[in-house]
């Protein structure tokens, strides 16, 4: 991707929050959303979160959606298979994602042999 098609991607974060900012919930929806591509060392968009300024709702999210992601087809890719997803998370695991989360994750795939519908 290009760098301007990189930054309407990252678009899809704000206009979830937008969608669901007024929406009423017991859970933060709108912030989840919002926060989902944060990651933990500040690296991650739109607002370059890190550690705890992320919530905890969002740093589940964000490992689900790489593993989601990277083990599905893409338009602009095949898919890059479980394994591959496990591994990143496995990789990254306190650098980008959420070490409580990313080992759960682990667990779930690795030792509970979890599998994606």
């Known amino acids: 991707m290009t760098e301007i098609e990189f930054s309407l991607v990252k678009e899809h974060s704000h206009s979830g929050y937008e969608m669901l900012k007024d929406v009423e919930s017991p859970w933060p929806l709108a912030e989840i959303i919002h926060q989902h591509h944060e990651r ?6 739109p607002k370059n979160l890190k550690g705890d300024e992320i919530i ?6 964000a490992v689900a959606d790489v593993v989601e992601a ?11 298979g479980i394994e591959a997803a496990v591994e990143e998370i496995e990789k990254n695991k306190g650098i980008l994602y959420d070490d409580t989360v990313a080992d759960a994750c682990l667990r779930l795939f690795r030792e509970k042999k979890y599998q994606l519908q």
């Open 56 to 61: 905890i709702e969002a740093r589940i999210l």
């Open 40 to 45: 933990m060392n500040g690296t991650g968009y």
């Open 70 to 80: 990277m083990a599905s087809h893409r338009p602009y890719r095949a898919s890059l």
